[in-house]
């Protein structure tokens, strides 16, 4: 069985930083692109960060560049997301899944993990 669970969420003062992990069970993490995405109350889902099968490819949204970075550790199966100089419009739920794109239709999601920034 597939699945992805996250963890590392937590409360943070803007500025500081947090380490998200999404850990894989059911395959491999480099089986598939891991993306990193995000939901804020009343807001839809956005891509955050992505990392590609193999090579290693990154992607990330502009809002994120510059302070956020995505790794994956394959002797672990688990994809990181190091955020870094947080805002309070970091605050949101983030989710990993095995896609890129928010609108995949057989991707494997997680459960979520919140992240709440505070002044």
């Known amino acids: 069985e597939v699945q992805l669970v996250e963890s590392g969420g937590g409360l943070v003062q803007a500025g500081g930083s947090l380490r998200l992990s999404c850990a894989a069970s059911g395959f491999t993490s480099d089986d598939y692109a891991i993306g990193w995405f995000r939901q804020a109350p009343g807001k839809e889902r956005e891509g955050v960060s992505c990392?590609?099968?193999?090579?290693?490819?990154?992607y990330y949204a502009d809002s994120v560049k510059g302070r956020f970075t995505i790794s994956r550790d394959n002797a672990k199966n688990t994809v990181y997301l190091q955020m870094n100089s947080l805002k309070r419009e970091d605050t949101a739920v983030y989710y990993c899944?095995?896609?890129?794109?928010?609108?995949?239709?057989?991707?494997?999601w997680g459960q979520g993990t919140q992240v709440t920034v505070s002044l």
């Open positions: 990392i590609s099968t193999r090579d290693d490819n990154t």
């Open positions: 899944a095995t896609s890129c794109s928010v609108s995949a239709p057989s991707a494997y």
